[in-house]
């Protein structure tokens, strides 16, 4: 990856940052056969936009789940699976934002909902180290959509071509390059350390 000036560093959360798990026991629950094709039906699911923007309430959101992809569970006990899913932040992430923020200021783009933020936000104090926080379910817009990364440009402080954006998913990485960020897939601190060295932020 060619070096190229950055004045403002990109974060996504559950990853890149933050360790997901308990996807197994709802990917067996649901008869999928990999962790990919979770993913990939979970992305495309309405009831998920839904939620992760902000329109429907936890409730809906798991009766939903549970009659779309005709769980055999509760839409309590489906929810208290869903709560599961973020571990905690991966060891090295405090570590790695405060490297990035002692050159530049630091932002989260996540798509996350009202079930899993207020848990992590009371649980991990890393999350208040962000200079700008940009949350799908408060905002009301999704990544990979080019309204999530508008809105997200026309507030952080630099121009769109010096803005470093890392995420997890490619579909979402791949859609901020097309919008102008510079964007790179990455999954956990060291990767994103590896990129931040290359374009000059951090050494090796």
């Known amino acids: 990856m060619p070096y190229r000036p950055v004045d403002f560093v990109l974060f996504d959360l559950g990853g890149v940052l933050i360790e997901l798990g308990g996807t197994a026991a709802f990917q067996k629950l649901a008869g999928l056969a990999s962790e990919e094709e979770l993913r990939d039906r979970w992305l495309a699911c309405a009831w ?28 309590e006990q489906f929810l208290e699976i869903f709560k599961t899913w973020p571990i905690g932040p991966f060891t090295g992430s405090v570590g790695l934002l405060t490297d990035v923020q002692g050159s530049v200021p630091i932002g989260c783009c996540s798509n996350t909902n009202v079930v899993h933020w207020a848990y992590q936000s009371q649980e991990w104090p890393m999350l208040e180290m962000f200079d700008y926080t940009f949350l799908s379910f408060e905002m009301g817009l999704l990544k990979p959509d080019t309204e999530m990364f508008e809105a997200v440009a026309e507030q952080v402080p630099a121009d769109r071509d010096r803005v470093l954006f890392l995420d997890d998913v490619a579909l979402n990485a791949d859609a901020a390059r097309s919008f102008g960020f510079h964007s790179k897939q990455v999954r956990g601190p060291q990767e994103c350390r590896t990129v931040l060295a290359e374009v000059g932020l951090l050494t090796g």
Do not use: D, M, N, Y
């Open 48 to 75: 998920v936009r839904r939620f992760e923007t902000g329109r429907c309430t936890p409730q809906e959101f798991s009766e939903g789940i549970v009659a779309e992809w005709q769980l055999q569970v509760s839409p």
